[in-house]
Structure formats: C-alpha cells, structure tokens
Nanobody
Framework: VQLQASGGGLVQAGDSLRLSCVYS????????VNWFRQAPGKEREFVGG????????YYADSVKGRFTISRDNAKNTVYLQMNSLRPEDTAVYYC???????????????????WGQGTQVTVSS
C-alpha cells in the first residue's frame, strides 16, 4: 500500500490550494482514505473524510465551509480543496488509509495503518 500526497506550497491568506492523494494497493470500496494535518508543536488532527461504507463526509469545525474533499475512484485519488486559507491552516497535510476502522474511529490517527509522506502547506498573513 502506498499513498502519495502532493499539491502543497506557500500561499497568502485568502488563497486556495488543492491537494491530491494518489493511493495504490487499496480498493476504494474496501478502504477509508482521509486527510489529517499536523502543525509544528501540535498533535496530528483530522481534517476531513468519510468512512468507506458511508456517503457522509465529515470535517473538522476549523475547516468546515472552507475545505471540500472529493474523490476520483477511477484514478485512485482523493482531493482536498482548500479555500479561504488562513495562517492557522499552516501544517503538513497527510492522507491516511485504513481497511478496518469503524465510523467512531474516523478521526483517530492511530486507527489508520497507512500514511503518505505529507505535503507542506504554509499560509502567510
């Protein structure tokens, strides 16, 4: 299993970015693939995503209304569209996958067995 996150960069507050996570070794019907982030000195936190068996996408309160997750199953890719970026969105963004987690574990980093290498997003004020 491999996950490759890309699309990060240095932007100004109010700008937009789209991150991509390309995965292999997983079937989209049997794996949960979602986004996390980790800012310097802080714990890794859930950004958003959905369970493999569900249709509802959940978002952290801090990004709700600004970030949108979409998927292209034919390309084995999950996207994170980030609009109205703020300096507090600065972090390394990771995609992660699990074949086994249940819905209540969706936002728990330790529930994910597979991680991408992360992509840096820096938002200047």
């Amino acid at each position: 299993v491999q996950l490759q996150a890309s699309g990060g960069g240095l932007v100004q507050a109010g700008d937009s970015l789209r991150l991509s996570c390309v995965y292999s070794g997983l079937a989209f019907t049997s794996a949960t693939v979602n986004w996390f982030r980790q800012a310097p000195g802080k714990e890794r936190e859930f950004v958003g995503g959905r369970h493999r068996s569900g249709s509802t996408t959940y978002y952290a309160d801090s990004v709700k209304g600004r970030f949108t997750i979409s998927r292209d199953n034919a390309k084995n890719t999950v996207y994170l569209q980030m609009n109205s970026l703020r300096p507090e969105d600065t972090a390394v963004y990771y995609c992660a996958a699990s074949r086994t987690l249940i819905l209540s574990q969706l936002g728990v980093p330790s529930s994910y067995a597979y991680w991408g290498q992360g992509t840096q997003v820096t938002v200047s004020s």
